[in-house]
């Protein structure tokens, strides 16, 4: 059973662009998370998609957006990139609801 | 939101010793957690979960405990081996529906030869 996948592993962007991070869950599962993973900050939850629809949503700014397929797959969009979007993206998938959450590898992040 | 664990330590331990990594949360409405450890270079892998209608949970070399009392959960691993080198994240779950886990800064546990 294939694990979730993310791409691009990385990407380099300049201040003020935009970036679309791509999720594939594991086969079946209908929830995707996202996180944000830096040294300062640690790992912090963006949002979760469940069936198309954002379901939970944490405590960052409007340029970061996210949204959901009906086949699950998920992506993460940043408008506006500042240096301090640089992390690693990360996206976990789940049956839903209190169950075994499975992280991708992650997208780094470089804005310069 | 609120945060959970301590900042980060260092645990070094001796192979074949036992470990007891260590977290404290702070929402004591959350009912489901997860323990992860993290490779460099790799995402969070899980480890073992447990929800709050329990007090323990055993994993293949690995137990979980879960004092709701203190809100504290430690992850104990058995016959530490050199592959289990890594970070580890505890995490709890606030979301009321779904899932939104906040995870502690994590604990880099280090194994000695």
């Known amino acids: 059973k294939a694990g979730v996948t993310q791409t691009p592993r990385y990407l380099i962007k300049t201040r003020g662009q935009q970036v679309t991070l791509s999720c594939s869950p594991i086969?079946?599962?209908?929830?995707v998370s996202w996180y944000q993973q830096t040294p300062g900050q640690g790992l912090q939850f963006l949002f979760e998609y469940f069936s198309e629809t954002q379901r939970n949503k944490g405590n960052f700014p409007g340029r970061f957006s996210g949204r959901q397929f009906s086949n699950s797959r998920s992506e993460m969009n940043v408008s506006t990139l500042e240096l301090g979007d640089s992390a690693l993206y990360l996206c976990a998938s789940s049956l839903g609801g209190h169950t075994e959450a499975f992280f991708g590898q992650g997208t780094r992040l470089t804005v310069v | 939101g609120e945060s959970v664990g301590l900042h980060l330590p260092t645990l070094s331990v001796q192979e074949g010793d036992n470990s007891i990594i260590n977290c404290a949360y702070s929402n004591s409405a959350s009912d489901y957690f997860i323990w992860y450890k993290q490779e460099s270079g790799k995402g969070p892998q899980f480890i073992i979960d447990i929800r709050s209608n329990m007090d323990k949970r055993q994993g293949q070399r690995v137990t979980v405990l879960l004092n709701k009392t203190v809100k504290h959960l430690s992850l104990q691993i058995a016959a530490t081996q050199p592959g289990d080198s890594a970070v580890y994240f505890c995490?709890?779950?606030?979301?009321?529906?779904?899932?939104?886990?906040?995870f502690g800064p994590g604990t880099r546990l280090s194994v000695l030869p």
């Open positions: 995490a709890e779950n606030e979301g009321l529906y779904g899932q939104n886990f906040v």
């Open positions: 086969s079946g599962h209908r929830s």
